[in-house]
């Protein structure tokens, strides 16, 4: 069945630095690639995603890029700072009929200050 | 975007009994979904709760378990039935809406739900 592997499952950074999460899809058909970044007790909050029509998008620290070739997606953070720090979810999603996102199993990023 | 309002925001209910959560959305919505997200994991779909008929469940999820009913456009329930203590998950509706000219997916506040 689809399926979206994520990794990895926490990462720590310097604040300041880098960080980079990644995901595979398996269903060639989805087209649509949202992140999620969700705070301890609060709901998923939609950061970013991008179309199966674009490679990369970007939106000031935060960018995207997808392979489709591969089925691979890619969150990059730039310059992070303490509060990136939360669980970050990948999906995966056919926009243009059923509309399910099927979910990465989360990343946990601490930022280090 | 829409905005989604869930409640409860949480409850802690005994075993074999049910508890309904409700979605209210503040504008028509074409599509919602309902999540179960069980503690430390991942977000796992249960249904898309379709307005006037029937829900579509994914593999796993019964509607004996999880019966969904949405009404109109703008609202929509599930509830938890017969609940044991793995039962115990955060519950949350998703709505397709738009930002802009782009359809996007959002999230409600979520029900934390404890069954003792």
């Known amino acids: 069945g689809e399926n979206v592997e994520q990794h990895p499952s926490t990462l720590s950074v310097q604040e300041g630095d880098s960080a980079v999460i990644k995901c595979t899809y398996s269903?060639?058909?989805?087209?649509?690639f949202p992140w999620y970044k969700q705070e301890l007790g609060k709901r998923p909050q939609l950061i970013i995603d991008i179309r199966s029509n674009v490679g990369e998008k970007k939106d000031q620290r935060i960018a995207v890029t997808l392979n489709k070739t591969a089925k691979h997606f890619s969150l990059h953070i730039t310059e992070t700072q303490p509060e990136d720090s939360a669980v970050y979810f990948c999906?995966?999603?056919?926009?243009?009929?059923?509309?399910?996102?099927?979910f990465g199993s989360g990343t946990r990023l601490l930022v280090r200050p | 975007s829409a905005v989604i309002s869930q409640k409860p925001s949480r409850d802690i209910c005994q075993r074999g009994t049910s508890l309904t959560i409700q979605c209210q959305v503040d504008s028509q919505v074409t599509m919602m979904f309902w999540y179960r997200q069980q503690p430390g994991q991942s977000l796992t779909l249960i249904a898309t709760?379709?307005?006037?008929?029937?829900?579509?469940?994914e593999s796993g999820f019964v509607i004996d378990k999880f019966p969904i009913s949405r009404p109109n456009l703008t609202f929509s329930t599930l509830t938890v039935s017969n609940m044991s203590p793995e039962d115990s998950s955060i519950y949350l509706c998703s709505v397709l809406g738009t930002k802009g000219t782009n359809e996007k997916l959002f999230f409600g506040s979520g029900t934390q739900l404890s069954v003792l």
């Open positions: 709760a379709n307005q006037g008929s029937e829900a579509t469940y």
């Open positions: 269903d060639s058909a989805s087209n649509y």
């Open positions: 999906a995966a999603s056919r926009m243009d009929s059923s509309y399910k996102l099927i």
